[in-house]
C-alpha cells in the first residue's frame, strides 16, 4: 500500500501544527513526558550495564517482584515483553503497561522498555540498540523469542531492525501503534519545506512519496509489510493528526489492524489500546480471572 498526497497548496491542519510545535517542546523536555529527570542512557533499572549506549527499564528488582509470594505471578510461562517508545519520548511511557501486566500475572522478568540514547535516534541506530537490547533480554531471562510493542517511531525502528538485523526468529509477536509505515503528509511536507533537524532528522525516511524515490528504505521494508513467522497487529487512531489526509499509513497488509477513536498518544494509553496490548501479546483476555493477582508493594 502506497500512500501519495501532494502537500503543495493544501491547507495544512490546526492539529498537525499542533504536533509539529509539540515535538519541539518535547526536545526541549529531554524527550521525557512525565519529565522524570533520569538520564537517558541511565542502567541503573537495567540488570546489566549497556555502556551509555541506551537506557531503560525491566527485570524483577525494578518491578520490585524479588521474593514475591509465587500467587502473585502466575506459574505460566510468559513471553517477555519489550516496549518500544517513539520520537521525543523514553521507556516511561510504559510504566502504565507494567502496572497493567503485573496485575495480571506478570513477572518482573517478563516485562522491559529500552530508551534510545537519543530522543529522535535514526533508523541504523535504533536498529543498533534494539539489537543489543533484546539480545540482553533473551540472554537474561533465556527466552528465544519476545513480544514487541512499539509506538509511533519506534515502529518503523522495530520493522527495520528486523529487517536489516533478520530478527524474525528473535520477535513472536509485534504490536504496532500509530506508526508511519507508508509515511505521512506531515513528513512529506517537512522535507518539502526543509525541516529535518532535531526531532525532524527522521522526516526523510517517512515521507508519503518514498515509493517514488529510487531505494528508499521504507520503499523496501513495504515489499513484504509482514515477513517471517511472526503475529503482526497494528492501532491507528482515527483522531490521531499525524495522519492527516493518509489515516491508512499504520496499517499493515497481512496484520490484525484495528482503529480506535483515539488521537497520537490516545492509541498507546486508552484503555482499550493497553487490553487489545496484552490480549495479542498473552493470549489470554485481560479480564481473566486467572490472572487477577495483587501488584506488589
Not at 528488582?61 to 506459574?75: K, M, Q, S
Not at 543498533?128 to 509506538?151: C, M, N, S, Y
Not at 494509553?269 to 485481560?286: D, I, M, R
Amino acid at each position: 500500500m502506497s500512500i501519495r498526497r501532494p502537500t503543495r497548496g493544501l491547507p495544512i491542519s490546526a492539529a498537525l501544527l499542533r504536533t509539529v510545535h509539540g515535538l519541539r517542546r518535547a526536545e526541549r523536555r529531554g524527550g521525557c513526558a512525565v519529565g522524570c529527570g533520569i538520564d537517558r542512557v541511565d542502567d541503573s533499572r537495567l540488570p546489566w550495564s549497556t555502556g551509555g549506549d541506551y537506557g531503560g527499564w525491566g527485570g524483577r528488582e525494578f518491578h520490585g517482584t524479588d521474593g514475591v509470594p509465587a500467587l502473585a505471578t502466575t506459574d505460566r510461562d510468559r513471553t517477555p515483553v519489550v516496549f518500544v517508545h517513539g520520537n521525543q519520548r523514553d521507556a516511561c511511557d510504559w510504566l502504565g503497561h507494567a502496572r497493567f501486566f503485573l496485575r495480571r500475572g506478570y513477572g518482573g522478568d517478563d516485562l522491559w522498555a529500552m530508551t534510545f540514547r537519543d530522543g529522535t535516534p535514526s533508523h541504523p541506530e535504533m536498529a543498533a540498540q534494539l539489537d543489543a537490547f533484546v539480545g540482553k533480554v533473551r540472554e537474561h531471562t533465556g527466552a528465544g523469542r519476545v513480544a514487541v510493542v512499539a509506538h509511533s517511531l519506534g515502529v518503523t525502528g522495530v520493522r527495520h531492525w528486523l529487517a536489516t538485523r533478520d530478527r524474525y526468529d528473535w520477535v513472536e509477536t509485534a504490536v504496532l501503534l500509530a506508526g508511519a509505515n507508508h509515511g505521512t503528509v506531515l513528513n512529506s511536507w517537512c522535507a518539502e519545506v526543509g525541516l529535518d533537524r532535531g526531532p525532524y532528522r527522521v522526516i526523510d525516511f517517512l515521507r508519503a512519496d518514498y515509493d517514488e524515490r529510487e531505494d528508499h528504505p521504507l520503499a523496501r521494508l513495504n515489499e513484504e509489510e509482514t515477513p517471517g513467522d511472526v503475529d503482526y497487529y497494528t492501532i491507528r487512531g482515527t483522531e490521531d493528526p499525524l495522519f492527516w489526509r493518509c489515516p491508512d499509513s499504520p496499517a499493515l497488509e497481512g496484520a490484525t489492524n484495528v482503529a480506535l477513536e483515539a488521537d497520537h498518544d490516545g492509541v498507546r494509553t486508552e484503555l482499550e489500546a493497553v487490553e487489545y496490548v496484552f490480549e495479542w501479546v498473552s493470549g489470554e483476555h485481560p479480564y481473566d480471572l486467572r490472572n487477577q493477582v495483587g501488584t506488589p508493594r
